[in-house]
């Protein structure tokens, strides 16, 4: 409200996606490894599931894709798609990776994860599935999910209430500043 009445702070599209690229680097680099411990330490797995080095970097893609995905839904017509711009090629930048060929996963990432997800547009749900299918987490569980190619709902709602800790909140940052060019 009151920064209603004495306007809010502007915000560039560049500074804006500086501090949410290095937010999602140090959510993840804090928080993957909470959640291997978790679903290592699940007992609904009949084997503990088996997490390799660059499995970080890629648990970061995926929080990344999903919050890329709310700001979509979130941000303005046009800011969304130069924030999405902005932070994948500062995201590339940070790992040493293509911007393009990073674009082009994260698309796909996206893609799967409205996929896996349907009907359901909750973003924490689809970064769930996605941890399970990206990790191939199917394998180890018992044999009735694992035929189904289904993430035990057991798990999946713990996951769930760990991953909502990754999704940043743009509508907050959408209230609070003004993102200007």
Do not use: C
Not at 17 to 45: C, H, K, R, W
Not at 95 to 112: K, Y
Not at 125 to 149: C, I
Not at 152 to 165: A, C, E, S, T
Request: aromatic content about 12%; charged content about 25%; overall charge negative.
């Amino acid at each position: 409200m009151i920064t209603t009445l004495f306007g809010r702070k502007k915000l560039t599209e560049d500074k804006l996606a500086n501090i949410f690229v290095n937010a999602v680097l140090e959510l993840t680099d804090q928080g993957y490894p909470m959640i291997v411990a978790e679903l290592q330490e699940s007992p609904e797995f009949e084997r503990m599931p088996a997490f390799g080095p660059g499995d970080d970097e890629l648990f970061a893609q995926i929080v990344l894709a999903g919050n890329l995905i709310e700001a979509k839904r979130i941000l303005p017509a046009g800011t969304d798609r130069r924030m999405f711009s902005l932070s994948i090629s500062k995201f590339a930048q940070a790992f040493g990776l293509n911007t393009s060929d990073l674009e082009v996963d994260v698309l796909a990432m996206q893609h799967e994860m409205e996929r896996l997800n349907f009907p359901s547009k909750n973003t924490v749900y689809a970064m769930s599935k996605m941890v399970f299918a990206k990790f191939d987490l199917f394998r180890d569980q018992k044999e009735y999910f694992r035929d189904q190619r289904a993430p035990d709902p057991i798990v999946l709602k713990r996951l769930n209430g760990l991953m909502g800790y990754f999704l940043w909140n743009w509508a907050e940052v959408n209230e609070e500043y003004r993102i200007v060019n």
